[in-house]
C-alpha cells in the first residue's frame, strides 16, 4: 500500500478563517460546517428544525418534568420574534408543525398550543433585553436543580467543567420563586448577557447563547452533567484537586466556545435524524 502524505497548507487557515483547533486543515475532509443561508425562509426552516431537534435530545436526557422546560431561538427576519415549544407538549412528541411563535408580550403569532407562561416570563424578557442573544434553554433537571440549591458556582474540577470556567453567573434574585410575573422576570433579565451558564438559586439551569439553539442546548447537557459531577465528588467527603486557573481558562478558550457547543451537537442531531425523522413532520 502506498501512502503519500500531504503536509497541512499554512496558507488554509488563513483564507479558511478557521475559528477552532478543532477545524481540519486538510482539505476535502468531512467535517461539519456552520450553514449559510439566502433567504430568510432557509434560515428559519434550519432554526426551527434544530430547535425541536434540542427538544428531542432533552427527551433523551430525561429532562422532562411535567410541563416544565422551555427551548427558545430568536426568528432570523423578525427578531422581536421567537420560536419556542409548545405548552403540555412532551420534549418527545415537539415537532416542526407544532412549534409556536411568540412576541415579547407572549402573543402567539403563529401557532395552534399555548405558550409556558413561565417560559414567556423569563425568555421573553431575556431575549429584549439582550438582542444578541439568539436562543436559550431551561429545564428542571435533577443535579441542575440539586447543586443550584447551594447557590455556588460549579469548580473547575475536570476539563469539561473548565468550559465554564468565568463564563457562568450564580443568580439569587427571586430564587425559588415562580416566574410568573414580569417583574420577577425582568429582575432575572437584567443579570444575563455575558455568560453562558446561569445556575438560578433554588431553580435550575439556563443556557443563553449568541451562536445558536445547538450551542444553547449541549451547553445545558455539558452544565447538568457538570452539576451531576460536582455532586458526586462532594458526597465522596474528598476535596477534588481543581484545574488550575490559567489551565481552566485555556481549556475554556478551546473547547468552551459557541462554536464548539454547536459542533458538540453535530452528532447529537445526526442520530436524531436517523432515528426520529417524524420531528421534521
Known sequence: MNISVKQPDSALTKSKNRISIYQPEQEGLIYPEVPEFETYAEQRKHLKERLVAACRAFAQQGYDYGFAGHLT???????????????????????????????????????????????????????????????????????????????????????????????????????????VKTDSGKSIASLFGKHKAILHQNHGLLTASSHSIESAAFWFIALER???????IAATGIKPKLVTDERARFSRENVGSDYIGWLHFQPIWGQLLHTQPDMLD
Not at 85 to 90: L, Q
Not at 125 to 152: F, K, Q, R
Not at 226 to 232: A, H, P, S, T, V
Open 73 to 179: 431561538v430568536r426568528d432570523p427576519e423578525f427578531p422581536e420574534l421567537y420560536w419556542t415549544n409548545p405548552m403540555c407538549v412532551h420534549f418527545s412528541q415537539v415537532k416542526v408543525s407544532n412549534l409556536i411563535l411568540a412576541d415579547h408580550n407572549g402573543k402567539i403569532v403563529e401557532g395552534d398550543y399555548a405558550i409556558n407562561r413561565a417560559g414567556f416570563v423569563l425568555h421573553a424578557n431575556v431575549h429584549e433585553a439582550h438582542p444578541h442573544i439568539l436562543a436559550m434553554c431551561h429545564a428542571h433537571t435533577v443535579y441542575g436543580g440539586a447543586w443550584a440549591s447551594t447557590g455556588l458556582p460549579l469548580e473547575p474540577i475536570t476539563q469539561d467543567a473548565a468550559a465554564f470556567f468565568e463564563d457562568q453567573l450564580v443568580i439569587t434574585a427571586e430564587a425559588g420563586a415562580v416566574a
Open 226 to 232: 457538570c452539576c451531576q459531577q460536582q455532586l458526586m
